[in-house]
C-alpha cells in the first residue's frame, strides 16, 4: 500500500470519496486560495456525484461573507486568512448545501500579500464531519503553484483522517 504521500491528488479525492460512500455523506468544499483545486479533482472522478454535493469559491471577502455567510466583523478582526475565517467558511458551506461534511480552505499563495503575522504560505484549514468542526495553519513554502498544491494535499488528507476517525467510531 502507498504511503499517503506518495499517491496523487486524484487517488487521494477519490480515497476520500470512497470514506465518504462507506459513511453514506456527502461532502461540500468551500475554497479560497486554492480557486476550486479541489472541487476540480473531486468532480474529475466518475461517480462523484454520489458524494460531492457542491464547491464555493469565494476568493474575495465579499463572496465569503454572501454565499458562506461569514460575518463581516469575523474578517475585520482575524482577517481573511485565519482560522476563524476557515471555521465560519466550513460551517457556511454546510449550512447552505444538502451535504454532511465539509472542507474549507484559506490563505496567501503568494507571490505578494504576506505580512510579518502571516507570510506567503500560511493557509488556514476548517473541516466539519460528524458534527465536529476543526481548524489548522499551516506555513507551506515555495511558489504560488507549490503552496497551492500543498494545501490542497493537506486539506484532502485532513478530510480522509478525519472520516477514517468518524468511521471507527462509527
Known sequence: MKNIADITL??????VGDRLLSCNEALVTAESCT?????????????SSA???RGFVTYSNEAK????AVDKLVIEIHGAVSEEVAR??????????QAQAGLSVTGIAGPAGGT??????TVCFGWL???????????????????REQSVRHVLTGMLARLERENDRG
Open 35 to 47: 480557486g476550486g483545486w479541489v472541487s476540480m479533482l473531486v468532480t474529475s472522478i466518475a461517480g
Open 65 to 68: 461573507q454572501e454565499m458562506l
Open 51 to 53: 458524494w460531492f454535493d
Open 116 to 121: 510579518v503575522e502571516k507570510p506567503v504560505g
Open 129 to 147: 464531519v460528524d458534527g465536529q468542526c476543526e481548524t489548522e495553519t499551516c506555513y507551506f513554502s515555495g511558489d504560488r503553484e507549490q503552496i
Open 10 to 15: 486524484k487517488e487521494l479525492a477519490a480515497k
Open 88 to 97: 465560519h467558511m466550513v460551517q457556511g458551506a454546510v449550512e447552505h448545501s
